[in-house]
């Protein structure tokens, strides 16, 4: 099973933590800025967690269970999620991979 785990820079990161193994980083960028930081990670134990680290204040930390997340059959469904999040029309937004 694979999830995408987003961050919002200056608002808070996202990373895959006990039980989720990274496999791909993307950036998604809107009219040439980062928005957003998606992370595919494959599921790799029942009680994974993603952990989320506020911005303003890093003490600030919670474990939430990867079963919140959306979760994909294989890597290809994870992707092509990516890609339908970040489809608009003719504005300026496109996913850069980064890892």
Do not use: H, Q
Request: aromatic share 12%; with cysteine.
């Amino acid at each position: 099973m694979y999830i995408i785990v987003t961050s919002k820079p200056e608002e808070y990161t996202a990373e895959p933590g006990t039980g989720i193994s990274a496999v791909e980083t993307w950036n998604y960028l809107f009219y040439g800025r980062v928005r957003s930081v998606f992370t595919i990670g494959e599921v790799t134990a029942e009680d994974a967690r993603v952990k989320i680290v506020d911005a303003d204040d890093p003490g600030c930390v919670n474990w939430v269970p990867a079963k919140f997340f959306g979760d994909f059959d294989d890597l290809a469904a994870a992707r092509a999620e990516l890609e339908d999040l970040t489809r608009f029309g003719a504005i300026d937004a496109r996913l850069e991979r980064v890892a």
